[in-house]
């Protein structure tokens, strides 16, 4: 999971995820966000990516990282207590043997 500034950027990202096979989808979820930096109250307004994905955490915040327009982007995983079986296999259909 990440945060973007818009639906742009949430776009775009996603896109690159997808086609870099790192992702099997990418959700975009409108968001506001209360958060200190600086020493300021900022109230934005963002999109929150949910990154369907069977790839290693550290492959996916690397690339992240080197396409995202924040200086401190948000990068979580969760892993799932339960998940669909046949959409598990697609996941890792989706992101078996790509970059």
């Known amino acids: 999971m ?16 997808i086609k870099n096979g790192l ?7 409108k968001a506001g966000s209360l ?6 109250i900022y109230d934005e307004k963002e999109r929150i990516l949910l990154i369907k994905t069977d790839a290693k955490f550290k492959k ?4 992240i990282k080197a396409n995202h327009g ?5 990068i979580l ?7 669909y079986k046949k959409y598990k296999i697609w996941v890792k259909n989706q992101t078996k043997g790509k970059k």
Not at 35 to 40: I, L, P
């Open 2 to 17: 990440t945060s973007v500034a818009d639906k742009k950027a949430a776009k775009m990202l996603g896109k690159k995820l």
């Open 77 to 83: 995983s969760f892993k799932p207590k339960d998940i």
């Open 60 to 63: 996916i915040a690397k690339f």
């Open 23 to 29: 992702a099997a989808c990418v959700s975009s979820v």
């Open 35 to 40: 958060y200190v930096w600086d020493d300021k």
């Open 70 to 74: 924040y200086d401190l982007p948000e």
